[in-house]
């Protein structure tokens, strides 16, 4: 079935710098999406971006399907932002959405 | 709009005793999924379900039961609780998988002891 990798699995960064995740996916998918889980467990959907690139303040995604990898920026980072960012995709054949391991992201004050 | 809701949001069972996690979602949404995450890792899927009266296995079904009687619902059933299966556990929906985005709950967390 469809493999999710994600990268890094751990980031820890000053506030107000910026970071780059990124999340390949083994077979072509219809579908990817990006969660933030936040330090009290709750996933907050990002984006929905099977192709192209999308912003929402200061977060924004790139998915390139036809190399099978996607990007989440999140640029000049504050505290709010810790915790872990999961993407997700379908399989093609089934209606099974396989989550990647996550990064866990720790902003410091 | 509540979304996406689970009872209970904490629960602790002893080994070999029965429950059911509640899902209900207020969205018309026809699709449903639960999810287990373990301490550090990400979400596993469990079971999932298309429409009423349609489910299907996951990654890790073994050890629960569910069932769809109607849209809004979809209960996660433990028949005999174990160790393993103290987790955080998710429910989530879409419309429809190819073209929306999931909505989740809060989460149940449930240790087995």
């Avoid at chain 2, 999810?35 to 009266?53: E, F, N, W």
Wanted: glycine content about 8%; charged content about 15%.
């Amino acid at each position: 079935g469809i493999q999710v990798e994600q990268s890094p699995p751990d980031l820890i960064l000053q506030e107000g710098a910026n970071s780059t995740l990124r999340c390949n996916f083994s077979d072509s998918v219809n579908n990817l999406q990006w969660f933030h889980q936040n330090p009290w467990g709750q996933l907050i959907n990002l984006f929905y971006i099977p192709s192209g690139t999308k912003q929402n303040g200061r977060l924004s995604a790139t998915t390139v399907a036809t190399e099978r990898y996607s990007l989440l920026y999140i640029s000049s980072s504050q505290t709010t932002d810790s915790g872990v960012y999961f993407c997700a995709a379908p399989r093609n054949r089934d209606d099974k959405i396989i989550f990647g391991k996550g990064t866990r992201l720790h902003i410091l004050p | 709009n509540a979304g996406v809701t689970q009872t209970p949001k904490f629960r602790i069972l002893k080994i070999g005793q029965s429950m059911t996690l509640q899902c209900t979602q207020d969205m018309n949404h026809n699709y449903m999924y639960w999810y287990r995450q373990d301490p550090g890792m990400g979400l596993k899927l469990i079971y999932y379900s298309v429409g009423a009266g349609i489910t299907d296995k996951g990654e890790v079904p073994n050890g629960y039961n569910v069932s769809r009687s109607t849209t809004e619902d979809f209960p996660l059933r433990l028949e005999l609780a174990a160790p393993s299966q103290t987790s955080v556990y998710f429910c989530a929906s879409s419309w429809v998988v190819s073209n929306q985005p999931q909505h989740f709950g809060d989460g149940t967390r449930l240790s087995i002891l």
